[in-house]
């Protein structure tokens, strides 16, 4: 069985190993991070934060032996639901990372990505968990 769902506290183990497998440093939880679940394991997180009104994805990562079957899509389309339902209009990252940009963020003149939530969501999917940009 398949979950997207937002962080828990007694996620942090699962949380910081997935992390530490993919080579990321980052263990501060505040935010909001969501969370996919394939049968029970940690196989995919995304964290958002919003700074001086503007939200920004953090990153989006899902395990290297899961990737290629539509998993980053779902999650990112559920933190940035979330996101959405607190207000944003537009979200951004700071990372400059292909499959960002292949999903519909754009480069600004601050050399930051961002997306238009709106927009985003007004894109068509086709049901095979991946959706056309």
Known sequence: MLIFRKYKDNDRRGLEQLLADEGM?????D??????????????LAKGD?????????YLLIAKDKR??????ALLRSILNRMNNLGARW????????????????LNEFGELELDVDEFFDKPCDGS???HV
């Open 25 to 29: 440093a980052d263990f501060n939880f």
């Open 31 to 44: 935010g909001l991070i969501y969370l996919a679940i394939e049968d029970g394991a940690l196989v995919g």
């Open 50 to 58: 919003k700074f001086k009104n503007r939200w920004f994805l953090e």
């Open 68 to 73: 290629g079957r539509g998993l980053g899509d």
């Open 91 to 106: 979200v951004y990252s700071t990372r400059s990372e292909d499959y960002l940009l292949y999903k519909g963020f754009t």
């Open 129 to 131: 968990g991946s959706c």
